[in-house]
């Protein structure tokens, strides 16, 4: 079974910084997607960023973007020119590429961001 | 584009009791996912219907049930409630692709006294 750990449970960090989120997971396939949820107080899961296992660049979106490093199974999310905004509990998430079944995610313990003005 | 809405957002029931929770998926996906989050977790999967087959399921017990509606909205029920079952559940709907992006819902509370 694939598992995701999470293992910084609080982060903060000034407004306009530079933050990373780390993340580990364990798998034995080698085709899955890899995400960065943000949870904000309204609890509803946003997409922050994908990653697709078999792409050796990593993904960027505008402020955003991972450190995708499959060999040690490492995918951290970097978050630039914080904003108050990015205040939220972000989740990492593994999802198997395998085709047919569900498309089940499994999550992470979470990361609690704070941001500080 | 209507999002995945739920409901209730806030309910409290007691142990033993039955719940059904309710979720409408985005406008044109036909497939729909359940997760448990309690308090200070990740989300766990409970299981997903696609095209009203439930087509994946996690490690709940089977007094989680669900339904999948042609118009693809969908039910979670959960019988026998037990303390434990107080979480955050989450609803999720996409488009049964390789690369399907999950487009969640903003949950429902429920408390167990």
């Known amino acids: 079974a694939q598992t995701v750990t999470q293992s910084q449970p609080e982060m903060s960090v000034q407004e306009a910084e530079t933050v990373t989120l780390s993340c580990t997971y364990d798998t034995s396939e080698s085709d899955y997607y890899l995400f960065w949820y943000k949870q904000p107080p309204s609890r509803q899961m946003i997409l922050v960023i994908r990653q697709e296992a078999y792409k050796q660049q990593n993904a960027t979106e505008n402020r955003f973007s991972v450190n995708f490093q499959k060999a040690a199974k490492s995918f951290s999310l970097k978050i630039s020119d914080s904003q108050l905004g990015d205040a939220a509990m972000y989740f990492c998430a593994y999802r198997s590429a395998l085709g047919g079944g569900a498309q089940k995610l499994v999550f992470g313990q979470g990361t609690r961001l704070t941001i500080n003005p | 584009e209507t999002g995945v809405t739920q409901s209730p957002t806030h309910l409290i029931k007691t142990r033993g009791q039955q719940v059904t929770l309710r979720c409408s998926s985005q406008s044109g996906h036909n497939t729909v996912s359940w997760y448990q989050q309690a308090l200070g977790q990740g989300p766990q999967f409970i299981f997903q219907y696609y095209r009203e087959e439930e087509n994946g399921r996690g490690n709940f017990p089977p007094r989680f049930s669900g339904l999948q509606f042609p118009n693809y909205s969908s039910e979670l029920n959960v019988n026998a409630l037990e303390l434990d079952d107080s979480a955050l559940y989450l609803c999720?709907?996409?488009?049964?692709?390789?690369?399907?992006?999950?487009?969640f819902g903003e949950g429902s509370r429920l408390t167990v006294l």
């Open positions: 999720a709907s996409s488009l049964e692709t390789r690369t399907g992006e999950l487009f």
